[in-house]
């Protein structure tokens, strides 16, 4: 950076060549001058999902953790505007003053990665576009965006969206954003979409080991107008005792009856309708001819807590691999997998949270072709330390890997925003 | 309407139009290319019937690598191509151009896979929205976004315009449910996005498509998401004495932690007009009408009716009725159905606008509205989508009336400023097109505008695929500033632009 921008700006830089822009303004000077000098840079906000993606090779670093607070929240609007590098924890407290909440179900990725909750910034979510167990029924991370403001790669600060849920102005640049890992955009402003909070929930546990029994009711449940807005399957396999005992200790409710295999669905609402909904579930799948359990709220909010927040794989030291498939593939891919890996199915059947232990890297490209074969995508959310890059984290085919190039190049032509995390070459 | 700058015509082009038509007619049976003005003339316009265009031919594809040798073609010979679904757009997105291809996908109307168990349809662009549904009733399941001209528009255009309908607040616009689309480049390469999957890895090339107006790909398949029918739906009609009590109640009715599967608003000139035309039975007396649908199970729609109905009277509503079956509900629904044509028959033309504003402005905005209405000496009538802040203030004027058009024009210009200016957008669902293109920077700066214009070139760097459509045709360069052209009146004509 030339003395003259550091005198005019006055932004903090560190001995690593570390900036702390301070607002918007001071973003796009970092970044006019980084682009005048070809110099790469990694953008971050806390780092807590700096884990995923590959490893940026960039001589600076540009911290937006100071473009932090709320801007504007008009909860009768549905809607939220915040500074980009907002703690997720101090938006999730703002909207709970109103009975709103981001309906996507933020994952807490702290837990794989420290054993402790450490959410991060609103950016982060953005960038990785990685929603909770309530997608499948309210959408991903992308669909709560309404609009951003934010710096391209030439240093110009850009906005699309607004505020209103119908805007078909121009390309929605929103959605291109969202899941782009920052290597189109420092993000500076986002507005979200909020919803309001269901006033309690239940949550039905199924136990059984039947796998062709799992998938049949996942299909039941998709197909239920019960919206039920949660359904996860955790096998009570493979046979290691110490991972079993684990699991118990950490799904350890009162009401949860069974031990081993158990599939759970959530049903929100208020008490009136949730015994409404359960009467029906209780005809659509059959439930007389089950083992279940009910969980009642105080049990049922913590326990989508550690689903959502990966806790059964709390501080892995191995490869934690990210799957989602068509549902209907249910069965394959759990025959497949067998009991060799410790995993849980999520999103109604279509996501697999799946570990593959350290020095058993090769597997990873088995169970990356058996995805994709089957009409889905796997992304390595977490790395083992040995792991030798021989998989790519991210799957892409030619064509798109082409497009995304060109997209890319259109941001950020000198590739100075995390170069090489996404894909090589972007 | 007025006049309407196109991009630069390439005589080279027109020049060579024998050649050309001889071209396309060995890529594709020659019968699916029709160049004879008869032939074309059906094409010459979208929904936006007020500007018409012959193009130079129109070709009708059957499959998608024939579309992708068409654009080749194009894209080689540097022709430009305007990508057509049904033609029901009111924003002028499909308007053809002289020196253009138009590439309609009037032939891609089959559903290529119904699977109930992934819970969604791929199907051609060209099958109608309503098609879907129909496609998949008999299961109990339907296609969430649901524009009122469902029954004709293709689901193509939907991706294309990103579509919503009453629902889009609870379920979403056509973004928020397909899965994956099949898209072919301007250079003829295919490229599949997305699946039967949820989400996808990467750049959300389907986001960016998806209201991307026919600019960036033309869309060969659709894979659309579909749900399971409510359990019960059940709508409240209440009118209210004053637009300020019945704006309230439908603010409150969102803070209150509500989310009605549909919200619509009429002014009183709007219930008026509907109920001449539909025999509705809407209350006359009222000043603004609130139809609130909401869906779930039968105790839970009945709690939220209750609570709705309280919030209602707190405002001063002056009549409430709610539906005892279903039949009632659609009644509810019949007049507002019946707006456009409802105003079609009190005036020769009616020219529909589409803003979107904050909820919470609605007040302002039908006040300001209606003095822009006395300014103009021309009637509106307003509808609005008020659970995603749509608002539809339909001008009634004489299309034989040149000074009247111009007026209507001017009053609709003006509107959508107002609805920028309230915190809203130009567009809400009809798209920008080539009849809101001009208003781009009302809403955007330079840069923003730059950035868009540079993802088109991105991927389209001949700039032949739907030009003219969105982005204002005579700007120059960020770099050499904005001009913002009002009516064709350019400072250098014989700039090339783009």
């Not at chain 1, 576009?129 to 965006?145: C, E, M, P, T, Y």
């Not at chain 2, 339907?142 to 919503?164: F, K, M, R, T």
């Not at chain 2, 456009?340 to 509205?369: H, Q, V």
Request: proline share 4%.
């Amino acid at each position: 950076m030339s003395i003259e921008v550091k005198k005019n700006s006055q932004i903090f830089q560190d001995s690593n060549n570390t900036y702390y822009p301070e607002n918007e303004i001071e973003v796009s000077n970092i970044i006019q001058e980084l682009y005048k000098n070809n110099l790469s840079t990694e953008l971050i906000g806390t780092g807590s999902k700096s884990f995923i993606g590959n490893k940026v090779q960039a001589g600076n670093t540009l911290s937006l953790s100071k473009l932090s607070g709320i801007v504007e929240y008009l909860p009768e609007e549905l809607y939220v505007k915040v500074k980009a590098n907002t703690l997720l924890e101090i938006i999730v407290k703002e909207l709970e003053k109103n009975n709103q909440e981001l309906a996507f179900e933020p994952i807490d990725f702290g837990f794989i990665e420290n054993g402790k909750s450490n959410k991060g910034t609103i950016a982060g979510y953005l960038s990785c576009n990685l929603a909770g167990s309530r997608r499948f029924k309210v959408g991903s991370v992308r669909d709560h965006i309404l609009g951003f403001r934010g710096v391209n790669g030439k240093g110009n600060v850009i906005k699309s969206g607004g505020t209103v849920v119908k805007n078909v102005t121009g390309y929605d640049l929103s959605k291109l954003v969202t899941g782009s890992f920052g290597t189109l955009v420092a993000l500076t402003e986002v507005v979200l979409k909020v919803l309001p909070k269901k006033k309690s929930s239940n949550t039905i546990t199924i136990h059984t080991e039947d796998k062709k029994l799992v998938n049949e009711l996942f299909e039941k449940i998709s197909s239920s107008s019960s919206e039920i807005s949660g359904a996860v399957y955790v096998p009570d396999e493979p046979d290691d005792e110490n991972y079993k005992h684990n699991k118990e200790m950490l799904f350890k409710f009162n009401d949860l009856k069974f031990k081993g295999s158990f599939l759970a669905l959530r049903i929100e609402g208020d008490k009136i309708s949730i015994d409404e909904k359960i009467k029906v579930l209780t005809k659509e799948l059959n439930f007389n001819n089950l083992s279940t359990s009910i969980l009642d709220v105080h049990q049922s909010v913590p326990f989508w807590e550690k689903i959502n927040n990966l806790e059964l794989f709390s501080e892995t030291k191995n490869n934690l691999l990210r799957a989602v498939i068509p549902p209907s593939k249910g069965n394959e891919l759990m025959q497949q997998l067998g009991n060799k890996y410790k995993y849980y199915i999520d999103w109604c059947g279509s996501l697999y949270w799946i570990e593959v232990q350290s020095k058993k890297n090769m597997e990873i490209t088995k169970i990356k072709k058996l995805i994709k074969d089957l009409g889905g995508y796997l992304t390595i959310i977490k790395t083992s330390p040995d792991y030798d890059y021989e998989e790519t984290i991210f799957t892409i085919d030619d064509t798109r890997l082409l497009i995304s190039e060109k997209i890319k190049k259109s941001f950020d032509p000198k590739r100075i925003f995390n170069p090489g995390k996404m894909y090589r070459g972007i | 309407m007025t006049e309407l700058v196109l991009p630069k015509i390439n005589k080279k082009t027109l020049d060579k139009k024998e050649y050309i038509f001889k071209a396309l007619a060995k890529l594709i049976n020659p019968e699916n290319v029709l160049s004879h003005v008869d032939e074309i003339k059906p094409y010459e316009t979208d929904a936006l019937v007020a500007y018409k265009q012959t193009p130079l031919v129109v070709v009708m594809p059957e499959n998608t690598q024939e579309v992708s040798n068409i654009l080749k073609f194009c894209y080689e010979e540097n022709i430009k191509v305007v990508p057509r679904g049904a033609g029901t757009g009111l924003s002028g997105g499909a308007l053809p151009l002289q020196d253009a291809v138009l590439l309609s996908l009037g032939k891609f109307n089959k559903i290529l896979e119904i699977d109930f168990e992934n819970k969604c349809v791929v199907t051609q662009p060209g099958v109608t929205n309503l098609g879907l549904t129909h496609a998949v009733q008999h299961k109990g399941f339907y296609y969430a976004p649901d524009p009122s001209s469902q029954l004709a528009c293709s689901i193509g255009g939907n991706v294309a315009e990103n579509s919503g309908g009453v629902h889009s607040l609870k379920y979403g616009t056509t973004t928020n449910n397909i899965l994956g689309v099949e898209i072919v480049m301007m250079n003829g390469t295919i490229c599949r996005i997305g699946g039967k999957t949820l989400d996808q890895e990467g750049y959300d090339l389907m986001g960016l498509i998806c209201g991307s107006e026919g600019l960036l790909g033309v869309v060969t398949e659709v894979t659309a998401k579909i749900l399971k029918k409510p359990q019960v739906v059940k709508a409240a009609l209440i009118g209210f004495p004053t637009i300020k009590e019945g704006g309230n109640a439908a603010t409150e009715i969102i803070s209150n932690g509500i989310v009605p599967a549909g919200m619509e608003i009429m002014d009183k000139a709007l219930i008026e007009a509907t109920d001449n035309f539909s025999k509705a039975g809407y209350p006359r007396d009222a000043e603004l009408l609130l139809i609130v649908e909401l869906d779930g199970t039968e105790s839970e729609v009945d709690g939220l009716l209750k609570e709705v109905s309280t919030i209602c009277k707190k405002n001063n509503c002056s009549s409430l009725k709610l539906s005892n079956n279903e039949k009632e509900r659609l009644s509810f629904w019949a007049g507002r159905k019946a707006a456009f044509p409802a105003c079609g028959a009190m005036a020769p033309d009616y020219y529909c606008m589409d803003g979107s504003i904050p909820r919470g402005k609605l007040t302002e905005a039908l006040l300001e509205i209606k003095n822009l209405s006395k300014k103009y000496n021309l009637p509106v009538a307003n509808c609005f989508h008020a659970g995603d802040g749509n608002l539809h203030p339909l001008i009634m004027y004489d299309g034989g009336n040149k000074e009247e058009l111009r007026k209507t024009e001017e009053f609709g210009s003006e509107i959508l400023k107002v609805c920028v200016r309230l915190g809203g957008v130009i567009t809400g669902e009809h798209g920008v097109g080539v009849e809101k293109r001009e208003l781009m920077c009302e809403m955007f700066n330079d840069n923003d505008i730059q950035q868009q214009l540079d993802i088109k070139s991105s991927l389209d760097e001949k700039n032949l695929l739907n030009p003219g459509k969105v982005y204002p045709i005579l700007r120059k360069c960020a770099e050499e500033g904005r001009v913002h052209v009002h009516r064709g009146e350019e400072k250098f004509p014989d700039l090339p632009r783009f």
